[in-house]
């Protein structure tokens, strides 16, 4: 299955039950990483990491909910001890709850920044001293952050004020950390992702549902292979490249 680009080294992806996730998952373990897929949904998990296997790839279903620091912690130090280190970390978990800023319920908000900036924050602080290390004794002597965002992380919108100050977070926190880990060969990078076919929209309450779904109308949509592959180009690059952004947006999208 691999052709050999990140032949042993380890990755952890989360949200990697579907979508976007699931996509980035194959395409490391194509290049040759051992896989951590991490998410809520076991047996969906379960059914990627069996696929990846199938192809001659090694991965690991683990179930976690990030929100929470203790299962998050517990889900990088599971895939440090069954893989035996950590070199790349994908960010993918994420929550888009749209609609109007002035009706939206404050649930809505606090679900976003529990999965999107806080779960993030979790697995990040947990994997930095892994990543260090790797970057540090690996073979390949770099180790890669790549945080997913969105278009929404560039350009604010109607009805997506909540979940744009997440993505905004995002990009915020990404320099940040690529400043701070630089000296210690840690690549971080992010890929604002624009309107992609994936379980995204299906979480929005049934009214925005329809409003999304007008916005969109005719739009061919990027595949969830297309930002993993993406994924794949920026932790596959010499240790003197660093990718730190990578804004991938659908050919007939305008925003």
């Known amino acids: 299955m691999a052709d050999g680009r990140l032949d042993g080294t380890v990755a952890l992806v989360t949200g990697a039950s579907s ?5 980035t998952a194959r395409a490391l373990a194509a290049e040759g990483a051992a896989v951590a897929l991490v998410a809520r949904r ?4 379960e059914q990627a990491a069996e696929s990846i296997r199938s192809a001659g790839g090694t991965a690991l279903a683990v179930e976690a909910d ?12 599971g895939t440090v001890n069954a893989l035996g280190g950590l ?3 994908v960010n993918n978990a994420g929550l888009m709850l ?3 800023f002035g ?3 404050p649930e809505e908000w606090d679900r976003m920044l529990a999965v999107n900036v806080q779960g993030l924050l979790y697995v990040t602080q ?3 001293p892994h990543l260090v290390s790797a970057a540090e004794n690996g073979s390949r002597r770099v180790a890669d952050i790549v945080n997913i965002s969105s278009t929404a992380g560039r350009v604010a919108g109607i009805g997506n004020a909540v979940y744009s100050a997440t993505k905004f977070g995002v990009v915020a926190l990404t320099e940040a950390l690529r400043k701070e880990l630089l000296p210690q060969r840690v690549r ?13 929209t299906t979480h929005v309450r049934a009214e925005i549902q329809q409003a999304v779904a007008r916005q969109i109308e005719g739009m061919e949509k990027l595949l969830p292979e297309d930002i993993a592959e993406a994924v794949a180009y920026i932790v596959t690059r010499d240790r003197r490249v660093a990718v730190n952004e990578m804004l991938v947006r659908a050919g007939a999208q305008t925003w």
């Open 103 to 105: 009706e939206a319920p």
């Open 126 to 128: 947990a994997a930095q």
């Open 87 to 89: 070199d790349t970390l």
């Open 98 to 100: 749209l609609g109007p």
């Open 66 to 77: 990030i929100t929470d620091a203790a299962s998050a912690q517990a889900a990088v130090a």
């Open 42 to 45: 076991r047996d969906r998990l």
């Open 19 to 23: 979508g976007i996730g699931e996509a």
């Open 188 to 200: 971080v990078g992010v890929v604002e992702p624009g309107t992609v076919d994936t379980e995204l």
